[in-house]
């Protein structure tokens, strides 16, 4: 029996690297959607959501070598769009955070009364999460909002477990103490 | 056992071993009030995040999907000019003959100019995915190796590269695009732009990441 030929190895060695470059856009693409919703419970509304959810795919690409294909991406994302909102924080001056999201009050257009609904629902809770702490927001979103096990949120904002719950916790006591009220 | 919030609250999110579990559950079972506070827990846990989930479920805005697809413009197909695999005096010197021979839309010398204001810090920061007035179209290396880029705006069009001085505009075309419209919808003044854009470059145009490492170099 005569010897196979080998695989012609230089060629896809090429598709390799080639289908790596894609799956890091691709895996990106897939995980945007939940992205855009944790750069939104960060921020106090939909364009300094998305504005952060591009500062953060930005440094992503920049970074893409530092990504370990086959790691979990949601995490390496949560985690440099986390950082890249705490640096924003430290640029800017913070405006009085009693505002409504402009999206609350207008461009209703043809929605139904249940989109209306959930509108105000999303202004009320942002409103809420946007008086807490830095520190008890970036929790809560990561663990209420975007359904983090505690390890998980722990290692995204990298600080023990009894931290994160301690922030937690607080947190959540302000949200029910607040939107208890305006319930 | 002392029962305290940060407990419940575990308790209430799935996150406690099976034996702390049983504790919480014999202490709700003598106290209300543990198990409202409970209660309270899971309804602010889905309360948060059914108001976040709409935003899962609309489609991403397309400036930041953009900058995940390689290619925000598509270029007309590359003219085979030269083989790649002649030699690189060669290819210099046939690009040299075509650029002076084929290049009608070039300023004659000396009318050349340099982008300001408002133009030149959109080709010094604006990416090819972002909005603005102009937008960038596209960015590449020209055959000098110098950074250019493509731009479209409500005043003009145009090519521009970098040079020592900033961006001097190779060509400019009166503005092809009223403002506000979706330059992303390629216009048909942008073909003759885009070819000669083609005709200038070395290589591939620059992909996302490719534009913000050379931005952060000061494109230089």
Redesign the interface.
């Known amino acids: 029996m005569g010897m196979k030929r080998p695989p012609a190895c230089v060629s896809s060695a090429r598709r390799d690297i080639g289908a790596t470059l894609a799956r890091f ?1 691709d895996e ?2 897939e995980i ?3 992205l ?2 944790f750069a ?2 960060l921020s106090r509304d939909a364009a300094d ?2 504005d952060l ?2 500062v953060a ?2 440094k992503a ?2 970074a ?1 070598d530092q990504w370990q294909p086959g790691t979990r991406m949601d995490s390496w994302m949560y985690r440099i769009t986390r950082n890249a909102w705490i640096d924003q924080g430290r640029a800017r001056t913070r405006a009085a955070q009693t505002f409504l999201p402009e999206e609350a009050g207008v461009a209703i257009g043809d929605d139904g009364a249940h989109a209306i609904e ?1 509108r105000l ?2 202004a ?3 409103r809420a999460m946007a008086e807490l702490p830095d520190e008890q927001r970036e929790a ?1 979103a990561l ?3 975007e ?1 983090l ?2 390890k998980e949120a722990a290692a995204v904002l990298d600080v023990p477990m009894g931290t994160l ?2 922030r ?2 607080r947190g ?2 302000a ?2 103490a607040r ?1 208890g009220e305006a319930a | 056992m002392t029962i305290d919030d940060s407990l419940l609250m575990a308790y209430a999110d799935g996150e406690l071993d099976p034996i702390a579990a049983k504790r919480v559950e014999q202490a709700m079972a003598n106290d209300p009030a543990l198990e409202r506070r409970v209660a309270d827990h899971r309804a602010l846990r889905d309360r948060m995040a059914r108001a976040f989930s709409p935003i899962a479920e609309e489609p991403v805005p397309d400036r930041l999907a953009a900058l995940l697809t390689n290619t925000v413009v598509v270029l007309p197909p590359r003219r085979p000019r030269v083989s790649p695999w002649w030699p690189a005096g060669a290819v210099a010197a046939g690009l040299a003959l075509s650029l002076g021979l084929a290049a009608p839309w070039r300023q004659s010398p000396g009318s050349a100019d340099h982008a300001g204001g408002a133009l030149g810090e959109a080709l010094d920061t604006r990416l090819a995915a972002m909005d603005g007035d102009p937008r960038v179209l596209v960015s590449f290396r020209n055959q000098q190796g110098a950074y250019c880029r493509v731009f479209a705006g409500s005043a003009r069009d145009g090519i521009a590269c970098r040079d020592g001085e900033g961006w001097r505009l190779v060509r400019t075309t009166p503005g092809s695009h009223a403002a506000g419209t979706d330059y992303r919808q390629a216009a048909s003044g942008d073909a003759a732009l885009l070819n000669a854009a083609q005709a200038m470059m070395a290589g591939d145009p620059l992909d996302a990441a490719g534009e913000i490492r050379a931005r952060q170099r000061g494109w230089r």
């Open positions: 856009e990106l693409l945007l959607p939940r855009r919703r939104r419970s959501g998305d959810c591009q795919i930005e690409l920049n893409r959930a629902e999303l009320l809770v942002q809560v663990v209420l909002v359904g096990a505690y719950t301690s937690l916790v959540r006591q949200l029910l939107m």
